[in-house]
């Protein structure tokens, strides 16, 4: 206690926080890095592997549907017009009426604006020079883009002078996604809407491999640890609430027995902003790229009733905005798809958060679209974007965000069927007794202390039909204490990408406000200021609670897990973090 009176914070840091890898694993990025770092890189969570299947580029997701019906077109027209009154802006029908003819949009070559924003994406480089193949093969340091292929006849090669070609086997991270159509890759996504992205086209196991070789990547050629020096290094999980336990238990696995590090310890993502903030109790609204999740803490402890999934995020307003601009004719007629060539995923992302802002009245903005054909160079369109208030409106109204992808089914490999995703999808499937584990291979290894490990059967799960404002009222309403409740209705923190959008602050408090039951004594609603770039505020946390973590009662130790697992007798449990306290509170608050 001594050393803690007169430590400097930054000495603290620096001290305790060397060997701490803090990792924060989300549907569409990852944000990993070391706790002494001011903040985390932030990449693309995906792996694209080489492929000699017909056709040549596919997305691992085969249960994506971007069919609409007409019943959720309807709602989706009467979500835009409600959004227009508010915003003092024409409706879809006033717009159609009053544009009978096509908005001008023109071809430009060669255009380069000064603005960053404006430059399209490259497409990537799928070809590695190797001169020596055996040697490429077993070094060390490309174990995360190993398994090289020689180059197909025929294809082009330009740039390339001398040594034979071979397809890369891996790529990664934003390499990933602007793959050509054209190459012969295959694009994984371990992590879809909050959960492992499980079907029958995509088994546990490769999805386990998957993530197991993303994370190992950025360690070695990113963060520069490698297999040899991981029993040197800690690791702290930062995980959203999605998460079911089984699939906390699986990344606990990867982390220690996989990837090597010496002990691990789990925290809730939205406790772990809490302390990001330097707050101890607050509303913690998390919105990620596809899922957006809210929950309550109190004194450093997160309250699982308040617990709100609501199935929509960041990538759903992306989609929102071509939609709109699709309808107001103001997009160049390319082909975008965001499904199957995510470059145009990376293209729409952009124009989101360059333009995207929420104010009232009319918000146009004159930009360049980019279209990206069979690895041709990038064709640049010069136009006019329309209604870009809208989109983000999204959030508050969910019907304007259609559902164009849907999660894969419910999984019947869990033995913990509490927390089965049947809940989360809202489907009633029967359980199979008669189902052996020897069908899913290595699920149960190493694991027998989870067939009588307590479960938390009171850990929420389903997700919400209702927008934003209505999921924050709800969970703050459910503490069921005046006081509290007025504290949090004025402690609200947003986190994630989408809180950087200007003017959602103001547009939350006010939707919030109208949203509380004229019933409740409560008529203040306040937004919190982030004390640091809300993308990384939930990893910050993670970083500060594992420095002020001196007792680590709730790590758990590499050895342990892979001999025995934890022991439910032993007094070293894997906790669940719903039920850890915050022994960093006492710290903050002091």
Known sequence: MDYLKTVIPSQLVSDRGSNLVVINPGSANIRI?????????????????????????????????SQITTVQHMEREKAYDIIASLLKIPFLDEEVANNSFPRKI????????????????????VYEQDTNSSLALGSSKNEGTSGYVKKHEGNDAEGISSGELKFRGQIFGEEALRISPTEPYCLSRPIRRGHFNISQHYPLQ??????????????????????????????????????????????????????????AVVHQEGLAAVFGNGLSTACIVSMGAQVTSVVCVEDGVALPSTEKTLPFGGEDISRCLLWTQRHHQTWPQVRTDMLTKPIDLLMLNRLKESYCKIKEGELDAVTVVHSYEDGMLAGSHKTRLTALNVPPMGLFYPTLLVPDIYPPPPR?????????????LHLEYPRRPDMSDGLFPGINVGYPMWESYPIFPSKPKKEEKVGLAEAITSSILSTGRIDLQRKLFCSIQ???????????????????????PSNEAID????????????FVSWKGGAILGVLDFGRDAWIYREDW????????????????????????????S
């Open 562 to 589: 892979i001999r025995n697992g934890i022991h439910v007798q032993s007094g070293r449990k894997y906790k669940d973090s719903y039920y850890l306290q915050a022994q960093a509170t006492c710290y903050i608050n």
């Open 206 to 263: 490769q999805v386990l491999e998957d993530i197991y070789a993303i994370w190992d990547w950025i360690l070695i050629e990113k963060l520069h640890i490698p297999h040899s020096e991981r029993n040197m290094y800690s690791v702290i999980l930062v995980l959203p609430e999605t998460f079911d336990n089984r699939e906390i238990k699986e990344m606990l696995s990867i982390a220690l027995r996989d990837l090597r590090f010496s002990s």
């Open 524 to 535: 203040t609603v306040e937004v919190l200021q982030s004390r640091t770039n809300p993308t």
């Open 33 to 65: 890095g070391l706790a002494t770092q001011d903040a985390p890189l932030n990449i693309p969570h995906c792996i694209a592997r080489y492929t000699n299947q017909i056709p040549k580029f596919k997305v691992q997701d085969q249960m994506l549907n």
């Open 494 to 516: 947003l986190i994630g990408g989408e809180a950087l959008t200007a003017g959602f602050i103001p547009a939350v408090e006010e939707r919030v406000l109208h949203a509380i």
């Open 106 to 125: 023109g071809r430009v070559d060669g255009y380069n604006p000064q603005s960053g924003r404006g430059v399209a994406f490259q497409w990537a480089n």
């Open 412 to 424: 019947s490999w869990f033995h913990d069927y509490e927390n089965m995703l049947e809940d989360t």
